[in-house]
């Protein structure tokens, strides 16, 4: 009998945690120097200013000084503020810089989020200029905010991005703008003067920001619809920082409500504008500006969360690990002195949920920076052709997408089909369509940002409550070894700013019915078959049983109505869609994790370093993983139960109560009840006893109509098979896996 790969490597297992090799390989920058020297940056600030900032209790005031403002001369000698800029405004990094900056944040969170974000936001700053401002608007505000070069004597700028507003204006709805713009002056010939009233809420940066990028409308007749605008502290007006936000988390970034009453020429319009028919026509709305900004930077705090989790793992391991040493009970050589608190299965299983959470939250976070940095080539080569045909505004660009989207299509049904059968004229030609391209890479990314963002955040803060608990008390002092209780807070921030997760939740609802989107899951469920066949150790049968039955479940959701007569997948049904992206996103996270682990498998064997401990490696990821799928399967499973069949209506609340009741006392039983709820007919000694009753009583609910829904979702439980054992296999490996004798950061 042949043994299969499982069994060949039972006896291996991961000894120490893993390092930089190993990450360079899962999330794909092996072969990129640069990246790796900027990670090597990151850490060492992260490690070093970073973690001694926050051990000696810098996060305990609200106001921005001295101290905290070393983090930003760390960051310019450092190289991370220029790792932002394009290698034309001073940079170092050419081409898309997602997955730079998702590295960046991710080192820098791993110590603490406050710090990364304090310095994203110069980032977010910039990133509306970056994506739609003029030539000139970019040349001014990089440079300036590039840090001085050799022999360069100046001030860096600061800047910080203005969205939010004193309420009841901007917050998740970030269209009830109470920012105004109006005409000031507007000499003839000349360039018009605008006069700018804004107030911000929670603006990061503010307390030393030279700039800012505001949202702001109309407030006059002459000017057209809304825009963002650049305000410089040096402007005539007001240009208030304002007073401090009294935060509980992420104290090493500055948050105020600034207040701003300014007058700027027009030309600080991000993106410029027209004159039309005597009125000021901005090129682009605020929340065209936003939606370019967000879809980026989203993916880069979804992975702030990731890194809180897996830096979790090492302090809570030593913690477990030496919990009884000292004192008169055990010594070295015994269990209870060398294993501690890892002799108990539960500890042990808690901290693997933990672990393949953070991996699988990094391994969806870092996809999703990576398609990006493929997807703005594809951007940026779709808006040229628009530029090049004179199709302009989002309208004029959804005509032009309809004949693409039935190609986008036609490519996706070919790209299943052996070569020999396609017609492969065709196929090339689609392959370099741009826009037929673009729809496919857009309706991935549409759901992959707020997908990483929402789960690796949401859940990521709930997983991070786990992480905190399995340090007793000891996890919520500040003395937590690696600043557990701190990240623990600061993770519901990750959750809520940029959109919290009802925004994400609410464009998920959309995106995730993109019919190109749904065509490529379909593929993904295929791919996950395959990988099945060979690799079944990852749990990805378990997974494309599981994407199944959602694909199956969105199906049915999207026309099926609720016993009411409504329809139950509409956008202002959150108790239907909601939960439903959730679910998505589960199964998203484990699917890039099995991806991950199979990158790992195939590159590892040609990295020297780890080509011998490669099989152990892989092994434990892999259990993580199957782990990691049964979870999310599960999931997805207890979700779509729930809203498949929670919709209809118990045929008969009372009825049914009473058959329950008397099943349980198999008393005299009157089966011939219309109506009869599916619970009594779960009871087989009430069926039994009159095997008249299933014919005799109403339709049930459990089954009528739905026989595949139940047929998918059986098949999925059995698909869990052996994930349990995988779980303590993975349990296993971390009682043996050594650690160092200290966390490397102050803490
Ligand atoms: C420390 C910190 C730093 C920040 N930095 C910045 C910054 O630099 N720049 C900036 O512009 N903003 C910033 N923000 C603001 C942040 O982005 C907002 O707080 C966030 O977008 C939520 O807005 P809100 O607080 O007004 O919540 P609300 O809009 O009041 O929403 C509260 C809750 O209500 C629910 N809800 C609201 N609307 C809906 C809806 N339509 N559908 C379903 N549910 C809904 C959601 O559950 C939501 O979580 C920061 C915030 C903090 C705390």
């Known amino acids: 009998m042949t043994k299969t790969k499982t069994q060949d490597n039972a006896h291996l297992s991961m000894t120490t945690l893993p390092g930089d090799d190993i990450r360079q390989i899962m999330w794909r920058f092996s072969d990129r120097y640069d990246l790796q020297m900027v990670v090597q940056s990151a850490r060492s600030v992260a490690r070093g200013l970073v973690a001694r900032l926050v051990a000696e209790g810098t996060r305990n005031t609200h106001e921005w000084n001295e101290k905290k403002g070393q983090l930003l001369a760390a960051y310019d000698e450092s190289g991370l503020t220029a790792a932002f800029m394009d290698p034309e405004h001073g940079g170092y990094i050419p081409g898309p810089k997602n997955l730079t900056l998702a590295l960046v944040a991710y080192e820098l969170s791993w110590v603490d989020a406050g710090a990364a974000t304090c310095s994203l936001a110069g980032n977010l700053a910039l990133a509306p200029i970056h994506e739609k401002g003029t030539q000139e608007q970019k040349q001014k505000y990089m440079s300036a905010c590039l840090p001085p070069q050799a022999g360069e004597k100046r001030e860096p700028w600061r800047g910080a991005f203005v969205l939010t507003e004193p309420i009841p204006y901007v917050g998740v709805d970030a269209g009830m703008l109470g920012g105004r713009a109006s005409v000031a002056e507007w000499k003839d010939g000349k360039e018009p003067m605008l006069q700018i009233e804004k107030r911000g809420r929670f603006i990061t940066n503010m307390a030393f920001a030279n700039f800012v990028t505001a949202a702001v409308d109309s407030g006059d007749e002459r000017i057209k619809g809304s825009c963002m605008v650049i305000l410089e502290n040096t402007d005539p007006g007001t240009f208030d920082a304002g007073s401090h936000t009294l935060k509980l988390v992420h104290q090493l970034s500055s948050t105020c409500d600034p207040i701003f009453s300014l007058k700027v020429p027009a030309s600080r319009i991000i993106g410029g504008y027209t004159i039309q028919n005597d009125k000021i026509v901005p090129n682009y709305s605020h929340s065209e500006v936003i939606e370019a900004v967000f879809k980026r930077t989203r993916v880069t705090v979804a992975l702030m969360s990731s890194a809180k989790l897996l830096s979790a793992v090492e302090p809570i391991m030593r913690y477990q690990r030496q919990r009884f040493r000292g004192g008169s009970a055990g010594s070295p050589g015994t269990p209870r002195y060398d294993l501690g608190l890892q002799q108990k299965e539960d500890a042990l299983h808690r901290l693997v949920d933990i672990w393949a959470t953070g991996e699988a939250s990094a391994s969806l976070g870092f996809a999703a920076a990576r398609f990006f940095d493929d997807f703005d080539v594809i951007e940026k080569a779709k808006e040229e052709l628009f530029q090049k045909q004179g199709i302009k505004g989002a309208r004029a660009q959804l005509k032009a997408f309809k004949q693409p989207m039935e190609a986008a299509k036609e490519y996706l049904a070919m790209s299943v089909q052996p070569e020999s059968e396609r017609d492969s004229k065709r196929f090339q030609e689609l392959e370099k369509d741009t826009l037929v391209q673009y729809l496919i890479k857009e309706s991935v990314a549409n759901v992959l940002c707020p997908a990483c963002k929402l789960w690796n955040t949401g859940h990521g803060a709930n997983t991070m409550r786990e992480a905190v608990s399995l340090m007793g008390g000891y996890g919520i002092t500040e003395d937590c070894p690696g600043f557990l209780g ?262």
Not at 555 to 576: M, P, Q
Not at 603 to 629: M, R
Not at 686 to 713: Q, T, W
């Open 486 to 747: 701190h990240k623990w807070m600061d993770a519901q921030l990750e959750a809520t700013y940029e959109g919290p997760e009802a925004v994400q939740r609410r464009q998920l609802s959309i995106t995730m019915t993109n019919e190109l989107f749904l065509e490529q899951l379909r593929q993904w469920i295929l791919e996950m078959r395959k990988i099945a066949g060979t690799n079944p150790e990852t749990g990805a049968c378990t997974l494309a049983s599981a994407m199944n039955l959602w694909l199956w479940s969105l199906k049915h959701l999207l026309e099926a109505k609720d016993a009411n007569g409504r329809s139950l997948y509409h956008g202002t049904r959150h108790g239907v869609t909601f939960p439903f992206a959730d679910a998505l996103c589960w199964l998203l996270g484990a699917r890039h994790l099995i991806l991950d682990v199979l990158e790992l498998r195939e590159k590892g064997a040609d990295n020297p370093v780890l080509a011998e401990t490669l099989g152990g490696t892989v092994q434990f990821f892999s259990q993580l993983s199957c782990v990691q799928s049964a979870r999310a399967a599960g999931e997805a499973s207890r979700i779509a139960t729930e809203l498949v069949f929670g919709y209809n209506r118990h045929p008969s609340w009372q009825d049914a109560s009473k058959m329950c009741y008397e099943s349980e006392q198999l008393d005299s039983i009157e089966y011939s009840m219309p109506g009869i709820c599916s619970c009594a007919q779960a009871s087989g000694d009430v069926i039994e006893k009159d095997g008249a009753h299933p014919a005799k009583a109403g339709p049930c609910v459990r089954f009528s109509g739905l026989e595949e829904f139940n047929r998918l979702r059986t098949k999925l439980d059995g698909c869990l098979t052996g994930a349990r054992l995988a779980k303590d296999q993975a349990a296993d490996a971390i009682t043996k896996m050594m650690i160092p004798e200290a966390l490397d950061y102050p803490s």
